[in-house]
């Protein structure tokens, strides 16, 4: 079963970048894939999504600030976050975009303050 690992979140100042990433140990190159986050009081909520086919999906409160992208052949996928804001708070996590959902990671935390 595959197992999903989130890292290189952290504490950035507003306007700063973060890239994370989301390590796969098994195979979900044929899933279409999303970067969930879930801030204190909010429920948890897509971000952005890529099909298996590299097409890509954004939430509008991110939307030209955010982008999706995936190595099949490394099974990692990339969150690239620029002009971060305070309301990107939050624990990311990935996962499938369609139901069954893999187990859940350990997710990690975005921390935008000045």
């Known amino acids: 079963q595959v197992q999903l690992v989130e890292s290189g979140g952290g504490l950035v100042q507003p306007g700063g970048s973060l890239r994370l990433s989301c390590a796969a140990s098994?195979?979900?190159?044929?899933?279409?894939m999303a970067w969930y986050r879930q801030a204190p009081g909010k429920q948890r909520e897509i971000v952005a999504s890529?099909?298996?086919?590299?097409?890509?999906n954004y939430a509008e409160s991110v939307k030209g600030r955010f982008t999706i992208s995936r190595d099949n052949a490394k099974n990692v996928m990339y969150l690239q976050m620029n002009s971060l804001k305070p309301d990107d708070t939050a624990v990311y996590y990935c996962?499938?975009?369609?139901?069954?959902?893999?187990?859940w990671g350990q997710g990690t935390q975005v921390t935008v303050s000045s």
């Open positions: 098994g195979i979900f190159g044929i899933y279409a």
């Open positions: 996962n499938r975009v369609r139901a069954p959902l893999l187990p």
């Open positions: 890529v099909t298996s086919g590299g097409s890509t």
